[in-house]
């Protein structure tokens, strides 16, 4: 996929609150607030031919990663951790158009193999956790992302480094298409959440899980290697879906797994995320916030980012794909 070759400086500015007050929905003893922003930075995508389902769905990824690295990863941010899985690679992309200029002093911190290969391949600078334990932003996918903004994450068994660099980033934003955005975990993401455990102690962590309330519970096999799925920590994984009325819960469900000697990390993340990004099948993107809020931002009606007019001397330039002003709706 080519590199759009054009450095932006886009109006970064952050979500500027006309806010409409009505309680709709409860969240987090708050009130969900729909609101308006200013007028959102272009994006610059490159071409795609023709829609089928996948590049629709891949399409929504990348609206959903440029988006989020236009309003989060800004100028000041100079220690960026990079997540793991499919929407990850256009999280980079967009990142390396910002520019060498704006990338020259900044270190980039892998959650996996996957990303320290983006980073490496990007040119870009690569760091390490060790070095960096304070990071500016980190940007991530998510396998399922509920109404408060509770994740499920692991379907690549990366959760781990992936909940270190959260944690340790004043910012964590979520990226995803329009698949993860749900109101319960496991509703989507049905084959369970994902547990890394010590190969020693996988047996009985497993026997665990199933008393715990997931009978179903599984190690994860690998598809192009005879035996089970190790992770990039030298761990096994367990898929354990639980019941909807568990999962509805699942601070509690993480505090209770977390506690199973031999786990060494729950890919559920609680609290975590700043905000999730889902690109939509009709070109928008829908943002959820911590705090309850919902915005809609509308890059037009179509689904698939049409050619681009390239910025010149860091500058924005007129975009043929303009995201008009975000519209209010309820969803
Ligand atoms: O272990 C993998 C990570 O948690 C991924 O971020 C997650 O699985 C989502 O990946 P994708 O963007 O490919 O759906």
Not at 28 to 50: E, F, M, W
Not at 196 to 202: K, R
Not at 297 to 325: C, L, T
């Amino acid at each position: 996929m080519p590199i759009p070759p054009a450095i932006l400086t886009p109006d970064l500015s952050t979500p500027n609150a006309t806010v409409y007050p009505s309680p709709l929905r409860q969240t987090l003893g708050q009130s969900v607030q729909y609101i308006k922003t200013s007028t959102p930075p272009p994006l610059n995508p490159p071409d795609i031919k023709v829609p089928s389902p996948t590049t629709i769905i891949e399409a929504s990824k990348r609206l959903a990663a440029w988006t989020a690295v236009d309003r989060h990863v800004l100028p000041e941010c100079k220690v960026i951790g990079i997540g793991s899985g499919s929407t990850v690679p256009y999280v980079v992309e967009r990142i390396v158009a910002q520019g060498k200029e704006m990338n020259k002093d900044r270190v980039f911190i892998p959650t996996s193999f996957q990303s320290k290969e983006l980073i490496v391949n990007a040119q870009l600078l690569l760091g390490d956790v060790d070095q960096y334990p304070a990071l500016d932003v980190t940007v991530d996918g998510a396998d399922e992302v509920d109404e408060t903004l509770n994740c499920i994450k692991g379907g690549g068994a990366c959760h781990l480094r992936e909940k270190v660099l959260a944690e340790a980033a004043d910012t964590f934003i979520v990226v995803a298409d329009y698949r993860k955005n749900s109101d319960v975990l496991g509703k989507n993401f049905t084959q369970g959440v994902p547990i890394e455990v010590a190969q020693f102690a996988y047996a009985k962590v497993l026997q665990n899980v199933h008393l715990l309330g997931s009978p179903n519970a599984v190690l994860r096999m690998a598809k192009s290697k005879a035996g089970p799925v190790v992770t990039d920590n030298g761990n096994f994984v367990i898929d354990a879906p639980f019941p909807e009325e568990m999962m509805k819960d699942p601070y509690t469900l993480l505090k209770r797994l977390k506690m199973l000697t031999g786990v060494v990390e729950v890919g559920l993340f609680c609290h975590m995320a700043k905000a999730a990004y889902f690109g939509n099948q009709d070109g928008s993107v829908t943002v959820k916030w911590h705090d309850g809020r919902i915005e809609s931002v509308d890059s037009g009606s179509s689904p698939i980012p049409k050619a681009n007019e390239n910025g010149k001397n860091g500058k924005h330039h007129a975009h043929n794909v303009q995201m008009r002003n975000v519209s209010i709706r309820e969803m």
